[in-house]
RNA sequence: UGGGGUGUGGCCAAGUGGUUAAGGCAGCGGGUUUUGAUCCCGCCAUCCGUAGGUUCGAAUCCUACCACCCCAGCCA
């Protein structure tokens, strides 16, 4: 067993325990309920609840549910679904709606401190008056305003008394600072909205610079995990920490997010491809979502594996999507059953073979007895795949060619008799197996250099097939002007497999492996009759690589 | 342009003054193999953004420069 690689967070921790400063880190996961959480996230879960596990602390799922415009319940199940998906159970289960009474109180405290005034300008004013980059800003006429007065008008806007848009509250901090975050930010606005979890109780509401660290301190978490651009906000959440009586004092640390090559990872763009209609949904197989990757076949285990994989830095990165891809396969190879499939299949007659179809018992992994075994058949009319046979085999070739043998696994080796044709079309291959090369008992003495796979064809049962490929065609759609640009138009081929009877039933939960073809998961449309199987990700191939 | 960050092989990533500059992924070569899969073995940076400097000795310290990322939501 490797040794887990260490990262600059592990090490912190691990320094500080070994000296004495800290007992057990307690970290948080912390979503903002207004969208479905994809492969990014799958890194800060994985980081914020593997170092609770790791050094027998605790991890909190929070919900970061602070905007109710955006928000709802049906982003607070999936993310609860998709974070137990994974594998992680949190300590705690928080909102930070469940603080705004609190986060209240010290709103106003902050006031009665001289360090928050209601503003009263609007949106544009307040914006026209921040500054810029190189400028300075220029205070509010309601900076000095008497406490009492941001006292009286602050309960107004808490009584709904007050217009959206009529009134903020905002730290006193100063106007000319560097630091844009700090040019007196707004930590309350007005929202006549009901909030998903706290109803109608509220019609102002706290901004996440308010909410975020006064939260981690309530919960008394040690380590404030968060991704770069929070950066600049770190000294705006220590003010709060300064200046409110808060029970604990967190640490903020930033790490950088997940760039994967040739998917984008902003809920904005995700959202859109699913309300444009690109995708099925924001659980469609060929999105990053967990709920994507989860319906594509990607197991939980495969997506750790790759998040360990990739590490934790402060330095911009972009993993290539083969990584997330080998550490999948990784994963499934040993947990998948491994059947026969023929995708696109091509008729062989086995012209000495009279009998009835003879029943196989294959187990349903080499390395794996424990899988158990199913039965398959082999018989007098088969497929295979049509790339597995070719009338003019090029250099190195050993599947099917006219006058070759290849063994047919798990099966008999066959000898090419002829080949028959439809129309100039190849429609069948005449074909003799040899009775002395049954696989297992095989006394031939017989080698062929090639194995292939294929089906009964009487007992073959038809399923469907979803073949993705890339959703973009660009390797940073990210950077895309529009999305539509570089949408690959064939990023689901449908089509019908004949499979053995063994894949022929529904399993939701399994993962398979069609033998020298990739790794599939059935879809959830799936049904009795018509199984339908996706594409996880395809078999290495250097067979295919050193024909391009 | 003000502030905050980051620069180690194709992609990640260890390394924090003395190492032949870890490891993973990809790649290449070979072995095993009834999956051209898996598995196994070997190869793959005289060099750490660039240029100077300090030092017996630097990817690690100093200086300058360059490149890239983030910030001007009443989003998070």
Partial sequence: MLEKPTHFIRSKIADQIKQGQLSAPVTRFPPEPNGYLHIGH??????????????????????????????????????????????????????????????????????????????????????????????PGVDSPYRDRPVAESLACFSRMRAGELPEGAAVLRAKISMASPNLNLRDPVLYRIK???????????????????????????????HSLCTLEFEDHRPLYEW??????????????????????GTVTSKRKLNALVTEGYVRGWDDPRMPTIAGLRRRGYSPEGIRLFCERIGVTRKPNTIEYQILEGAVRDDLEGRARKGMAVLDPIRVLVENWQEAPLALDIPWHPKHPEYGSRTAYFGRELWIDRSDFEEDP?????????????????????DHVDTLRVDGKIDTLVVRYDPDTRSGQDHSGRK???????????TAKPVDIRWYGPLFTVPDPARAEALATVINPDSLVMRTAWVEPGLAHIDPEAYWQFERVGFFKQDPDSTADAVVYNLTVGLKDQWAKKQN
């Fill in 192 to 222: 006549h909205v009901s909030h998903p979890r706290a109803g109608e109780a509220w019609c102002i509401y706290p901004t996440y610079d308010f909410a975020h660290g006064q939260s981690d301190a309530i919960e008394g978490i040690t």
């Fill in 42 to 135: 799958a890194k800060s879960i994985c980081l914020n609840f593997g170092l609770a596990e790791e050094f027998s602390g605790r991890c909190h799922l929070r919900f970061d549910d602070t905007n109710p415009a955006k928000e709802s319940q049906e982003y607070i199940d999936a993310i609860e679904a998709d974070v137990r998906w994974l594998g992680f159970q949190w300590d705690a289960l928080h909102h930070a709606s469940d603080y705004f009474e609190t986060l209240y109180q010290w709103a106003v405290y902050l006031i009665e401190q001289g360090d928050a005034y209601v503003d009263e300008q609007s949106a544009d004013a307040i914006r026209a008056t921040r500054g810029t980059l190189t400028e």
């Fill in 394 to 414: 090029p250099e190195g070739f050993f599947r099917l060619s006219p006058g070759g043998s290849v063994r047919l696994k798990y099966g008999f080796i066959v």
């Fill in 240 to 261: 709060f920490l300064k200046k409110l009586p808060v029970p604990s004092k967190p640490k903020q640390t930033e790490f950088s997010r997940l760039e994967l090559e």
């Fill in 448 to 458: 062929v250099k090639g194995t292939i796979h294929w089906v009964e064809a009487e």
